[in-house]
């Protein structure tokens, strides 16, 4: 199929529905476009180079901060060569190539180059421990590996004696990509189209490792044909994203890592769609900022973390201007109007007024023409939907998992509802099992998890589904709404089930609160463990005068935990009396991967913190707590 078939768009299907006692169990969505049945993802390039090769693919960021921008052809010039580059150091068709960088345009061009030259790609992000990178070399059996700094060289240096299978490590502050196209020249053009033409869609096209919140990473194999079926339905799903409707051509500057299944398939939607993509190796705050100034993309994929941080640092800002009370009247408009779907003649003035006062400046902080946000990883709340849809800015939410290659489910154009993350992804279908587990099938869905002396583990029931571990409901039309984790609904003493993820969702967009930890699990009560947000409390002290206070004294400080326990209060109000936070503490420590208490992915590892913090949740159910 060719790219611009992809491109055509479509309304959204409405999904087929099976009910079981007149509850929705089950629905499917046919998918928007026929299967791939040859190639490999190995051939975007090249189609792009000989369909339209002066459409620019991507912009690259010097080291004067100017962009510049690589066509089609350029692109495909450059794949072309690191490839034989590749096959030239004597890596053959099925050898997996591990890469371990930050956000760069090198790692998309490796990732194409690789698939070029017949090999599978191996994610590994650029923050994991030695252990972690040992782990997924060795699992994977990586014949090469290509990081990003001599840091990163240094430690799997170190573990270079148990890795036996690993004979090229290259560098690419060292010039990694120079080298490879230094060696490619003495390698035959047909070397590649060789290599290519033995691809065909069923080909493994990459393993990635799931962070796993408990136990060692799985590699999750996907192949060319799981990327297909995902990219191609959401191009066309989402067609306003990919082909813009306005003077801007569509672009997004990626920023989330391309380690993660999330940050990859839209980079690989991008140049399946050719929409201009940047790359930007820092999410810190000021630099970020900077990069999306100057790129201006037109769409965004992105964490509810990010979405939350730019909400509170926007209502920060009006606070410190003494505005504070006009930013919540524009917040509550802007929820109301994303509410609505026919906006009364009065909600639309509203808006209007607030628009140039508080909305532009949302979009500005965003690069200023942001018009779309593709939002996945957890649940964003319908709080922050509403919030940005009133503002100008359409959030579509996701779900999915690696092992579904991201999206399973998504917000259909123009028919949103908040709290849910959507329909299934055409071509998917979702059941939910006597139990309340969330089952997947479709194209996109993997082909097992990897191992090397077995073949892939095919985790599905005997009839063809993939159980996810995550909980969740399907209402009258079709709308998945997810409630928790399978593993991690708690059960009171009092045999009341408790999902924690809901209250968890809720504290955390607060501007105080980094991470909520919800625990009750055969407890009388539910009760909650709480870190700061270094931001939100810079701003607390500065606004109150209290920049005088050490962390550990604003944890005891009667103002500010009465300002978690009034957030405490309105998250209580999502559950019942049963289900309630009845007492919390706040840690000064911070929850991070490097603490132990984090995934790559910012998911939490409860057993880690309630190992690490079994002191505190032990005061929480000590003698004369009230329950």
């Not at 996109?444 to 063809?464: E, K």
Request: net charge neutral; charged share 20%.
């Amino acid at each position: 199929m060719s790219v611009d078939t992809a491109l055509s768009g479509s309304e959204p299907v409405e999904p087929s529905k099976t009910l079981v006692d007149g509850v929705v169990r089950e629905v499917s969505v046919p998918a928007l476009v026929p299967a791939v049945r040859r190639g490999s993802l190995a051939d975007l390039p090249y189609d792009n180079a000989r369909q339209d090769p002066a459409a620019v693919l991507f912009s690259r960021k010097g080291a004067d901060g100017a962009w510049s921008d690589v066509t089609a052809f350029a692109f495909a010039a450059e794949v072309h060569s690191v490839a034989k580059g590749l096959i030239a150091h004597g890596l053959r068709p099925g050898d997996r190539l591990a890469l371990m960088a930050r956000t760069t345009y090198e790692w998309t061009l490796l990732d194409f180059a690789a698939w070029a030259a017949g090999l599978v790609t191996v994610p590994v992000y650029p923050t994991s421990s030695a252990f972690q990178t040992r782990w997924i070399l060795q699992d994977s059996g990586a014949a090469a590996c290509v990081v990003e700094d001599p840091a990163q060289a240094r430690l799997v240096s170190a573990e270079r004696r148990q890795l036996p299978g690993l004979a090229h490590l290259w560098v690419l502050d060292t010039g990694a990509v120079a080298q490879l196209r230094a060696a490619g020249a003495r390698v035959a053009d047909d070397a590649v189209t060789v290599r290519r033409g033995l691809l065909t869609p069923e080909t493994l096209a990459t393993l990635i490792y799931t962070s796993g919140t408990t136990g060692r990473p799985k590699g999750c194999a996907l192949t060319h044909a799981n990327f297909f079926a995902e990219v191609d339905n959401a191009v066309r799903l989402l067609h306003p994203v990919f082909v813009s409707e306005s003077k801007d051509p569509a672009a997004t500057l990626l920023f989330l890592p391309l380690s993660h299944v999330f940050g990859r398939m839209v980079a690989i939607g991008c140049v399946r769609a050719r929409v201009r993509v940047g790359h930007a190796p820092s999410v810190e705050g000021a630099e970020l900022l900077a990069d999306l100034a100057a790129f201006r993309p037109t769409f965004l994929l992105a964490i509810p973390y990010v979405l939350e941080k730019v909400f509170n640092s926007a209502r920060a800002t009006a606070e410190r201007g003494g505005k504070a009370g006009s930013f919540d009247r524009a917040a509550r408009v802007a929820r109301r109007y994303g509410q609505e779907a026919a906006p009364s003649l009065s909600l639309r003035a509203a808006r209007a007024l607030y628009d140039p006062l508080v909305y532009r400046r949302i979009r500005a902080a965003l690069g200023g023409r942001v018009r779309y946000v593709i939002s996945g990883g957890s649940p964003l709340g319908a709080r922050l939907a509403e919030f940005f849809a009133g503002a100008g800015v359409e959030v579509f939410e996701g779900y999915g998992l690696t092992e579904t290659t991201a999206a399973s489910t998504v917000t259909p154009p123009r028919r949103p509802r908040t709290g849910t993350v959507g329909w299934p992804l055409p071509g998917t279908s979702v059941r939910i099992a006597d139990d309340g587990e969330v089952w997947l099938r479709g194209g996109h869905v993997f082909a097992g998890y990897w191992d090397a002396q077995r073949g892939a583990a095919v985790p599905y029931t005997d009839d063809g589904w993939f159980p996810t571990g995550d909980l969740g409901s399907l209402d009258a039309e079709g709308y998945l709404r997810i409630t928790g984790r399978k593993k991690d609904i708690l059960i009171t003493s009092a045999g009341k089930n408790v999902a924690p993820a809901p209250l968890e969702d809720w504290l955390r967009a607060h501007p105080l609160v980094a991470q909520c930890v919800v625990l009750g699990d055969n407890r009388p009560y539910v009760t909650a463990l709480i870190t700061l947000d270094h931001e939100g409390v810079t701003h607390w002290r500065r606004m109150r005068h209290k920049d005088h206070l050490a962390l550990w004294e604003l944890t005891r400080d009667e103002e500010l935990l009465a300002a978690l326990q009034r957030a405490v209060d309105e998250a209580n109000r999502l559950v019942s009396r049963a289900e309630s936070i009845r007492a919390f503490r706040v840690l000064t420590a911070e929850f991070s991967e490097a603490s132990g208490h984090l995934t790559p992915s910012l998911k939490l590892k409860r057993g880690a913190v309630l190992r690490d913090f079994a002191r505190e949740v032990e005061e929480m159910y000590g003698p004369g707590v009230d329950e």
